[in-house]
């Protein structure tokens, strides 16, 4: 009987790189951006490190730094300098993450730029959407808004827009209003399932986005539940979604595996903060071997079947492959 031995094709790098099924390539990464409007509030993140909070400009220094690297796309979040019950410094035509688009796309026309498209960040009280007199989120209210939103994002020149809230029927009711105005071009990259997770505290300092009271487990999704990630998928391709996106990353493999397994649409997953920041902690110990250790979580996204990788280890990760 012939001797079976895989090994044979384990023998060094060179064998290995020849018959390695999954690669994880630049330019399918996405680096998070931070842009704050006070220049008060720029500056690096406790919680993430090396990870900042910029200014305009600088976020179009970042901008071009991540385009020489061969990261062509990015995802921008915005730290108001007001807040109030209704989110208004996140329509606002003249808001931060307006500017911050057209400042970019003005500098680097071909680079990809993408923004969030929630409220948390602008809200006072925290959550993600207009409260009801009852103090819950009012879905088709917060909806209304997130349109406005989007529209302004559009008008600033965006590429993409992300719905990232939660709310039912708000890519529809996006798409609907970005095609009535003449925005055809731009596309949805829908949070479709995005659980409520304890991964996102470090995001929630850098956003100032903790919410003041309860939490967003009425909206966010139960992180037991995997058939129903697939029916809110499904809910937003048929809403019109071009791309749709997992969140968290590392404990939804198995979400990411189905969704690959069930749709054609092209698939994000979100590397989140806490999973940057455990990784962090835990080089800075000693425990894991950087190159080793982030090499390995951003390949297991590609392996589960993930055509794009949000990630904060993006601009390190561009780095070492350009210097070898």
Known sequence: MIALRPRRLRRS????????EHRVEVEQLVQPIFVAEQPADAG???????????????????????????????????????????????YDPEGIVQRTIRAIKSALPEMVVIADVC??????????????????????????????????????GVDVVAPSDMMDGRVEAIRSALDAHGQTGV????????????????????????????????YQMDPPNAREALREIALDVAEGADIVMIKPGLPYLDVVRAARDTFDQPIAVYNVSGEYSMLKAAIANGWLDAERAVDEVLTSFVRAGADIVITYFAKEYAQRKRHG
């Open 13 to 20: 790098e060179v064998i290995r790189a020849l018959v390695r």
């Open 44 to 90: 690096p993140i406790a919680s993430m490190p090396g990870i900042a909070r910029l200014t305009p400009d600088g976020a179009v220094a970042e901008a071009r730094e991540l385009f020489e690297l061969g990261i062509k796309s990015l995802l921008l979040f915005g730290i108001p300098a007001h807040k109030d019950a209704v989110a208004s410094a996140n």
């Open 119 to 156: 409220n948390c960040e602008y809200t006072d009280h925290g959550h993600c959407g207009l409260l009801d007199a009852t103090g819950e989120v009012d879905n088709d209210a917060t909806v209304e808004l997130l349109v406005r939103t989007a529209l302004t994002y559009a008008q600033a």
């Open 187 to 218: 596309a949805i990259m829908a949070y479709s399932a995005k659980y409520a997770s304890a991964f996102y505290g470090p995001f929630r300092e850098a956003a100032g986005a903790t919410p003041q009271f309860g939490d967003r487990r009425s």
